[in-house]
């Protein structure tokens, strides 16, 4: 992943997760125009290889988990979210 742009607030981003049957919300904590940084509410129980994400009730992508720890998992998007839109919620989160 590129170097991920930080938001200054967890619960600034609100997002939503579609993986293995099931939906969950997730805070985003960092975000790039090619992954994030998520915190769920509870533990990741596994590497995802395909998940959808929506990103502030706007945006839909697919992406995978590459790493987790704990409820923290840092996601890779299948494609790219355009600069300006990352750039957009970075300007709101601050």
């Not at 979210?81 to 601050?94: D, F, G, K, L, S």
Request: hydrophobic share 45%; charged share 20%; net charge negative.
């Amino acid at each position: 992943m590129n170097q991920l742009l930080p938001v200054q607030h967890a619960t600034l981003i609100h997002a939503q997760v579609k993986c293995s049957g099931r939906s969950f919300p997730v805070s985003v904590t960092r975000i790039s125009c090619d992954g994030c940084t998520v915190e769920a509410g509870d533990d990741w129980a596994a590497d995802f290889d395909f998940l959808s994400l929506t990103l502030a009730g706007e945006v839909a992508v697919n992406g995978r988990v590459v790493r987790r720890e704990g409820r923290r998992a840092d996601i890779a998007f299948y494609g790219e979210i355009h600069p300006h839109v990352v750039a957009q919620w970075c300007q709101r989160a601050a």
